[in-house]
């Protein structure tokens, strides 16, 4: 299934949408779908906030397939390259302990996605590719 949506957070709400509708067609167990949703939600968020800065004229392209028992997801974008797997986890209980408000969404999806796989955009191709790897 694939999907495209505008950097807008408005469109969010139905991308989730359409993926619990193919996880749940797909019969993934909810605690899955719930943690691939969220993953896949936060990337989106980030790429709209920061890295789009809210540009409604720039897209998201969103791949995902069931493979071998896996939830593939491909996330594509135009934006300056940013490497997730380069981000450091944080010690959730002194973020907690620190009463920091956000800040931990590319720490769930480093911790709930099993592979994750990053392409930056060259000469060759024109966008950064981020794939996400969840096993069921």
């Known amino acids: 299934m694939k999907i495209k949506i505008q950097a807008e957070l408005s469109e969010l709400s139905g991308m989730r949408e359409k993926l619990s509708e193919f996880a749940e067609l797909n019969s993934v167990a909810s605690d899955a779908t719930n943690l691939i949703v969220l993953s896949i939600d936060e990337i989106c968020t980030n790429l709209i906030k920061y890295a789009y800065n809210y540009n409604k004229s720039k897209t998201i ?3 995902v397939k069931i493979s071998d028992n896996k939830f593939i997801t491909t996330i594509k974008d135009t934006s300056e390259p940013f490497d997730i797997r380069k ?9 907690v302990r620190k009463l920091n408000v956000g800040g931990l969404g ?17 000469d060759v191709n024109p966008q950064n590719t981020l794939t996400l790897i969840k096993k069921l």
């Open 106 to 122: 590319m720490h769930i999806v480093l911790t709930v996605m099993d592979e994750i796989y990053y392409e930056p955009n060259s």
């Open 87 to 95: 981000h450091a986890k944080k010690n959730i209980i002194e973020h």
């Open 61 to 63: 392209d969103i791949s």
